[in-house]
Structures are given as structure tokens and as C-alpha cells.
């Protein structure tokens, strides 16, 4: 089984920084991307940032320039790192993997629980 952890939310003052950090654990073989969504009440979830294996990195408009992304393929972990917050940046974070279990040979797109960010203005 695997799962996807995520740590690091929390309430931060507009113009603030916090960083998010998942782990991936459990019967993993390889992992593919793994990245960052998001979704705010009353809408769709949306992509924040991905990450490939090689450190390719893909960003929404709306936070480049802001965010940054990382991961250590050794260790399994992603993370992001958000400065400049704005209140519409308020929102459940997602950490988002695309992993091959070992008992597979096809890769599956797995879920973290969420972590809420909250920004005031």
C-alpha cells in the first residue's frame, strides 16, 4: 500500500512564507512526478506546481515567481515552498504522486490527505 503524507500548513499573514512537505511511503517501485494541487471552497481542485524525477518543474501562472518546488528522490519527499502569500492563495493543499506500486507494473496517481493553508490579509 502506499501513501502520501503531507506536513507544513498552517495560517500565515499575507506577504508571509510557509513551506509544505509530503512523504511517500509504503510498497513503492519507482515514482514518476509528484507535485502540488490545490482547491479553495466552492471550486475545482487546480494545479500549484509538479516536479519530474529529473527536476523538470511546471507552474500555474498564478504562482510563479512565488513558489518553488523540490524533492529528493532518495528520500521519497516533495516539497514547496510558498513566499509572497495572498489570500487567495487560502486553499487545501494537495501533495500529488504518480507512483508505480511493487505489486504493479503500471503506474497510479495516489493522494495525500490535504493540508489546509490559510492566509489573512
Known amino acids: 500500500q502506499v501513501q502520501l503524507v503531507e506536513s507544513g500548513g498552517g495560517l500565515v499573514q499575507a506577504g508571509g512564507s510557509l513551506r509544505l512537505s509530503c512523504a511517500a511511503s509504503?510498497?513503492?517501485?519507482?515514482?514518476?512526478?509528484m507535485g502540488w494541487y490545490r482547491q479553495a471552497p466552492g471550486k475545482q481542485r487546480n494545479l500549484v506546481a509538479t516536479i519530474s524525477t529529473g527536476g523538470s518543474t511546471n507552474y500555474a501562472d498564478s504562482v510563479k515567481g512565488r513558489f518553488a518546488i523540490s524533492r529528493d528522490n532518495a528520500k521519497n519527499t516533495v516539497g514547496l515552498q510558498m513566499n509572497s502569500l495572498a489570500p487567495e492563495d487560502t486553499a487545501v493543499y494537495y501533495c500529488?504522486?504518480?507512483?508505480?506500486?511493487?505489486?504493479?507494473?503500471?503506474?497510479?496517481?495516489?493522494w495525500g490527505q490535504g493540508t489546509q493553508v490559510t492566509v489573512s490579509s
Open positions: 500529488y504522486g504518480n507512483i508505480v506500486p511493487v505489486n504493479l507494473r503500471t503506474p497510479r496517481n495516489y
Open positions: 509504503g510498497s513503492i517501485d519507482s515514482i514518476n512526478a
